[in-house]
């Protein structure tokens, strides 16, 4: 029951993990300045052993990854450059091929060779600079961390380019950031992004945004290379996050990934997308994307559970054997109706019941009705909003719908 409420380089795919690893071991280092310090020195004097990222830097620094400084410092604080940056990941790699590159501005730096060994390996792109200038000590954002890690990625194994030409190319990606809504990412950037988060490459802040504008850190960094050696070693399907990312992109929906329900004899909501369903004298809706969030739990589960469930104020829906499902609608009412007229005897999937939290929906910047017995939804006006509903976790339950042309999406559990 439901409850009311562009071409690339033809380079040959290099050796993964295993290999990349033991070869940053023993490469040579470039040092990202003058002042670096001999690579043998592994611990820091501004690095206690309480320090949050402790073991990351130590880690990078006994594979020679990044270095410190002459005077026994690491520097953690400190922010990442795109000179430095290019020249830890060219580390990682430790190819032989180089491309020249165009930039006016590399010919004499001291990061030149880990610049071109960048541009050959693919996680430098010319194309994502402009005027030919590569500004090698401008600081790096997390945006272009995400699309470089991504790129490299992509390097390593095709699936990764795979999943950022599905998410790049549809209409239904959805990434869940408040930036995603709210402003201040470039469109652009989202399927990096989105491989940064569905792998854990990247994680958000505390407020959950991911500030793609933002820099990062050296602690920051260290992080993040022992993060990207760990995922090289494993396919974009190892990850659920990413897979949920990516069946959205293509289907509009991450239900079969995130939970028990599987898609049958018949069509799922790829189906139905954006097509008009009618409510009897209450209007035309459509189906726009759906989101589950696994609620089946103590704790909620799911790349989208920061973005739509408030795990304090819908703590009663836990552990109950119930699924959370997020519907995003267009409507057109035919009369001034409520979001409870609307789902009041409406057929399956078509209409929820409950708007998403208020803490949510402000945060993440979600449209939703502010209240469910409110005519907020005015005669001949179109809108588009998200609602709120559930799906029991029970063999033999199924979830369906249709639309006004008989397209049909049903779901099952399995007996």
Same mark, same amino acid.
């Given at each position: ?61 006994? @594979? ?37 590159? @165009? ?53 390593? *194994? ?104 599987? @898609? ?55 552990? @109950? ?53 409110? *005519? ?40």
């Amino acid at each position: 029951m439901l409850r009311k409420k562009s071409s690339r380089n033809n380079l040959m795919v290099k050796a993964l993990a295993t290999s990349l690893m033991a070869s940053a071991v023993v490469i040579p280092v470039t040092t990202e300045n003058v002042q670096a310090a001999p690579v043998t020195k592994t611990t820091f004097k501004d690095v206690p052993k309480s320090h949050w990222a402790y073991e990351s830097i130590k880690q990078v620094a006994e @594979k020679g990854l990044v270095t410190g400084y002459e005077d026994g410092t690491y520097k953690p604080s400190a922010q990442v450059t795109r000179a430095e940056f290019a020249t830890f990941l060219s580390r990682i790699f430790d190819g032989k091929d180089r491309t020249i590159a @165009k930039f006016t501005d590399v010919g004499s730096h001291w990061a030149i060779d880990a610049i071109q060994e960048g541009l050959a390996v693919g996680f430098i792109q010319e194309s994502d600079f402009t005027n030919n200038k590569f500004e090698p000590n401008k600081l790096m954002t997390r945006g272009e961390m995400s699309r470089w890690l991504s790129y490299a990625l992509a390097h390593a *194994n095709p699936e990764y380019g795979k999943a950022i030409e599905e998410m790049a190319n549809s209409s239904l990606t959805l990434i869940p950031i408040p930036e995603f809504y709210g402003g201040g990412v470039k469109k652009k950037d989202l399927p990096y992004i989105g491989v940064a988060l569905g792998t854990g490459l990247l994680s958000g802040y505390e407020d959950f945004t991911f500030k793609p504008s933002g820099n990062t850190t050296r602690a920051e960094v260290a992080t993040i290379l022992i993060r990207f050696m760990d995922t090289l070693k494993k396919a974009p399907s190892d990850f659920t996050g990413l897979q949920e990312l990516l069946e959205v992109a293509n289907t509009g929906t991450n239900i079969l990934t995130i939970s028990n329900f599987k @898609k049958t004899k018949y069509t799922g909501y790829e189906a139905v997308l954006g097509k008009p369903h009618t409510h009897l004298d209450k209007g035309v809706a459509t189906i726009e994307r759906a989101i589950v969030v696994d609620t089946t739990g103590s704790k909620a589960k799911g790349i989208f559970k920061d973005m739509f469930f408030d795990e304090i104020a819908e703590s009663t829906i836990l552990n @109950k054997n119930f699924y959370t499902i997020f519907y995003e609608y267009t409507l057109v009412p035919s009369r001034d109706v409520s979001l409870n007229g609307i789902a009041n005897g409406a057929m399956e999937g078509y209409s929820s019941p409950m708007i998403v939290e208020k803490s949510k929906s402000e945060l993440f910047n979600i449209s939703t009705p502010k209240n469910i017995l409110i *005519n907020d939804f005015k005669k001949g006006e179109k809108y588009r909003y998200w609602a709120e509903n559930s799906l029991k976790n029970r063999p033999g339950f199924i979830l369906k719908g249709r639309a006004d042309d008989n397209s049909l999406f049903y779901y099952e559990i399995p007996q």
